[in-house]
């Protein structure tokens, strides 16, 4: 084989983030903008690496060389080469995306026989080695693709069958520093632990009440309830004036609900909202200084493109 070449796709969190890494469910979905990573061979001494300009090195080289510490093949013999189709500051999750694809390239070069969950678990391992923490979503989205109900412990990935949700995505233009806000929140949880969890389980009891409500595609209370989740988040201290704004805005405008979606304080937010009101919806949210994303999601994981 001379070359190989795996893509994966960026994720939206529906519901359910930050209450994730302390052991809740979350709701993630898999978009249609993707990673790719291709693996070809090489004559170089060492593993050698072409990313875009501005992409984090450290998480591809994470997957790269644990995997081979791993499987104690030597770090040498090919070149790894990555692109993105979307804007790392969008908080789509193009990390974890890389490092999904990457571990999926590796298993494919070396013709192992890998599942979907081992290099699950590989792909959270070196996540976590670079950001310290993480609950994994991300990778799960990447791999597993669709829309997935997840928990930490287990781990627990539970596929959704749903139709297309009516969502509205604006970036607020803030890329979020996901790795100091989860140390921040770490900090909080040692401080206050009572009131953390008391946030992170009302915040998991939204998550079951929304998972039939997604299926029936009840959009009026699934639009409800991610205003029950913003109020936490925010209680949290993880939304900004911008994200407040742009959320306003579309609700304004006729959204049936918003939320803000990943790390907070920056990246994106998420809006359900009736066909008829979109455009008004996404009027609104650039307004206020929002970048409206045009996406589709629930879309495949990983996988082969050549
Ligand atoms: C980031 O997409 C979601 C967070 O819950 C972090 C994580 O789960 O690792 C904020």
Not at 74 to 90: D, H, I, M, N, Q
Not at 192 to 221: C, H, M, S, W
Request: with cysteine.
């Amino acid at each position: 084989m001379n070359s190989v070449t795996v893509s994966a796709p960026g994720k939206l969190v529906l519901f359910g983030e930050h209450a994730v890494v302390y052991g809740r469910g979350a709701i993630v979905t898999a978009m249609d903008q993707r990673v790719r990573v291709t693996i070809e061979a090489s004559e170089q001494s060492d593993v050698s690496y072409e990313l875009p300009n501005g992409m984090d090195d450290r998480f591809v080289r994470a997957a790269v060389e644990q995997t081979l510490v791993e499987w104690k093949q030597p770090l040498k013999g090919f070149l790894v080469r990555t692109s993105c189709a979307f804007s790392e500051s969008f908080g789509f999750g193009s990390s974890s995306a890389v490092v999904g694809a990457t571990v999926m390239a590796l298993r494919e070069w070396f013709g192992r026989k890998d599942t979907k969950e081992d290099l699950f678990k590989r792909a959270v391992t070196a996540i976590r080695f670079v950001q310290g923490k993480g609950s994994g979503i991300d990778a799960a989205a990447a791999l597993f693709g669709k829309t997935v109900y997840f928990r930490m412990n287990g781990p627990v990935v539970e596929p959704m069958i749903l139709s297309p949700l009516p969502l509205v995505v604006g970036y607020s233009g803030q890329k979020a520093d996901t790795p100091s806000i989860l140390s921040e929140i770490a900090a909080k949880m040692t401080a206050q632990p009572e009131r953390v969890n008391r946030i992170y389980d009302a915040i998991d009891t939204i998550v079951t009440e929304v998972k039939p409500k997604l299926l029936e595609g009840d959009f009026e209370r699934v639009g409800k309830l991610m205003d029950f989740n913003q109020e936490y988040l925010r209680d949290l201290g993880v939304s900004s004036e911008k994200l407040e704004a742009m959320i306003a805005a579309a609700k304004k405008a006729g959204a049936w609900g918003a939320k803000l979606s990943g790390a907070g304080r920056g990246d994106s937010m998420i809006a359900v909202a009736p066909e008829e009101k979109r455009r008004a919806v996404e009027q609104a949210i650039e307004s206020v200084g929002g970048k409206v994303i045009r996406i589709l999601h629930n879309t495949e994981g990983a996988g082969v493109e050549a």
